[in-house]
T-cell receptor, first 111, second 114 residues
């Protein structure tokens, strides 16, 4: 079983709509959680960290559910520029530098 | 400020040949990482340097892969001899903190082994 699992999508979203998707992780020792964004044939870039209490950054909201071992990302008022692959990233306290990546969820925002 | 730079951006070699990938981290970043994405799979950790020392090399697939970071600045990743399954995109990343919240990635070196 993979350590980090994501629905690959694609999620086809009309411009202005809301889209949400989850990521599950298998290791209960996981300590830190992030969402990265990757555009086609480009490098991953940090979108936001995910905190236990949940956090919001503009149109993006991230949630963490430790009991069920998943994190979520919600995008409100989707823009065409939000089209990308969203990577769920998890690290453990005993190996901070060793990021565990999900395979990514593709989001396509359409006009 | 320059980001993480990688060279070459694309390399096509034949099975059995040798390839060396180079990564220049962001200046001042002690932590340097190598990751790899094989087609259709997730990005996977290869190893982590802190300055010139290998902090964690648990992700290195086998002894055909050799990573170095002499002087704690740039790093090289050599694959010798290359096999077909080594094809993929090799990402380098760097960070300033030992417990990073953010890794800064380079654009990757795409390796194709024929």
């Amino acid at each position: 079983r993979k350590e980090v699992e994501q629905d690959p999508g694609p999620f086809n979203v009309p411009e202005g709509a809301t889209v949400a998707f989850n990521c599950t992780y298998s290791n209960s020792a996981s300590q830190s959680f992030f969402w990265y964004r990757q555009d086609c044939r480009k490098e991953p870039k940090l979108l936001m960290s995910v905190y236990s209490s949940g956090n919001e950054d503009g149109r993006f909201t991230a949630q963490l559910n430790r009991a069920s071992q998943y994190i979520s990302l919600l995008i409100r008022d989707s823009k065409l520029s939000d089209s990308a692959t969203y990577l769920c990233v998890v690290t453990r306290s005993d190996s901070w530098g060793k990021f565990q990546f999900g395979a990514g969820t593709q989001v396509v925002v359409t006009p | 400020e320059a980001g993480v730079t990688q060279f070459p951006s694309h390399s096509v070699i034949e099975k059995g040949q040798t390839v060396t990938l180079r990564c220049d981290p962001i200046s001042g970043h002690d932590n340097l990482y190598w990751y790899r994405r094989v087609m259709g799979k997730e990005i996977k950790f290869l190893l982590h340097f802190v300055k010139e020392s290998k902090q964690d090399e648990s992700g290195m697939p086998n002894n055909r892969f050799l990573a170095e970071r002499t002087g704690g600045t740039y790093s090289t990743l050599k694959v010798q001899p290359a096999e077909l399954e080594d094809s993929g995109v090799y990402f380098c990343a760097s960070s300033q903190d030992s417990r990073p919240g953010e890794l800064f990635f380079g654009e990757g070196s795409r390796l194709t082994v024929l």
